[in-house]
């Protein structure tokens, strides 16, 4: 009679954890949009059948109907996620090859790691720049260029991105502090962009599986807020020059996001993965008040991913390439774990010594070059 007790509360305990990761990771599964072909035409009913097949959840579908013309974007926003998640991860032992596997995420994302953290933050961080890109491209109904900034530009001399100016741009010593500068443009409205991402992102907390599912939701929409601000923080004043005969009299200035992409504010959140606070549950489910909103926060310590653990979502570094003379993350002694690794030598054929010949011919030797490549054992 005592073990059929233990069997059905440990019954229990796993179907209340598989609840827990079924909800806990619902609000990224809109990043397996990312997969959808360019052109793709969103309408009410194209929401409705993502929802139907576990790509949105239900208020992100209900936004996706009332402005389906903000999905193309957020389709981008998905594969940005992607791709810088895992260019920034590249050389470390969790590479964020398991996002590709949305929307059936493995453990590491569903259980409250750093890792999910950087994947909530990047993913609301990448929405956020596509929807202010979009704004300014006049692409979006409800939003357009951002309104100019109360207060005047700076002084040419306390400007972020001077690289931004003309090439015919003069010294900015010789421009006058006051008269020379006028807001213009069209800046980016990360303000709007930032909103519109916030009502698609903000999911409904997780039914009946009560407080600490809360806190969890609680956890992943403050990430979600951190990478929007991460956007908002990557603004920087750009300007043109205008004038006679290439004179800079006057500059036209707005707040821009350059051309860096989702990837500016992808550098900002590493550095904020890399001190993530640690967060334990409080009655109510709710986040104890001292925590800052640019950090991110984890409730679960991850495992170090240097071998296969199927229950904790790690593949494991073995095979992996690594460089052999680095003392980095990206160095043999580091990514295999002080395992070791084996060192491969190959020999490869390639043109070199090219000359050109007359005026349209080019006459290459071949040289044989010795490739080395170091694998994790």
């Known amino acids: 009679?005592?073990?059929?007790?233990?069997?059905?509360?440990?019954?229990?305990?796993?179907?209340?954890?598989?609840?827990?990761?079924?909800?806990?990771?619902?609000?990224?599964?809109?990043?397996?949009?990312?997969?959808?072909?360019?052109g793709y035409t969103w309408t009410r009913e194209a929401c409705t059948s993502a929802k139907n097949s576990g790509l949105l959840e239900r208020k992100q579908a209900r936004a996706c109907r009332a402005t389906p013309d903000v999905m193309p974007s957020l389709v981008q926003a998905a594969r940005d996620t992607s791709t810088v998640c895992q260019q920034t991860f590249r050389h470390r032992r969790w590479n964020c090859s398991s996002i590709e596997r949305a929307p059936d995420y493995t453990p590491e994302l569903l259980t409250g790691t750093r890792e999910q953290a950087f994947v909530y933050a990047m993913s609301a961080a990448a929405a956020v720049w596509r929807l202010a890109r979009g704004c300014a491209l006049g692409s979006l109904a409800a939003c357009s260029c951002a309104t100019p900034p109360r207060r005047e530009p700076p002084s040419p001399s306390a400007l972020i991105s001077p690289s931004s100016f003309t090439a015919t741009s003069v010294s900015f010593g010789t421009l006058s502090a006051r008269n020379s500068f006028k807001w213009g443009g069209c800046g980016d409205d990360v303000r709007s962009a930032s909103r519109m991402a916030k009502r698609f992102l903000q999911g409904a907390t997780p039914p009946g599986t009560g407080a600490t599912a809360k806190f969890m939701h609680a956890v992943n929409m403050h990430n979600n807020r951190a990478g929007r601000r991460a956007v908002e923080q990557s603004l920087t004043l750009e300007c043109k020059c205008h004038g006679v005969s290439g004179s800079c009299s006057v500059r036209t200035c707005w707040r821009g996001l350059g051309s860096s992409g989702p990837a500016a504010a992808g550098s900002r959140l590493l550095r904020r993965y890399a001190t993530a606070a640690e967060v334990r549950p409080r009655s109510g489910g709710r986040l104890p008040p001292l925590y800052h909103h640019d950090n991110l926060l984890y409730t679960t310590k991850s495992p170090d991913y240097c071998l296969p653990d199927k229950k904790r979502g790690s593949l494991g570094t073995v095979g992996r390439q690594c460089n052999g003379s680095s003392t980095g993350y990206e160095g043999c002694e580091y990514l295999c774990c002080s395992r070791g690794h084996v060192t491969r030598t190959e020999e490869v054929l390639e043109r070199c010594d090219c000359k050109y010949i007359s005026c349209c011919y080019v006459k290459c030797k071949t040289c044989r070059k010795v490739m080395k490549t170091y694998e994790c054992k």
């Open 1 to 38: 009679m005592k073990m059929t007790i233990i069997k059905r509360s440990s019954a229990k305990a796993w179907l209340l954890l598989l609840l827990l990761l079924i909800h806990d990771g619902r609000c990224i599964k809109w990043l397996a949009l990312g997969r959808t072909e360019d």
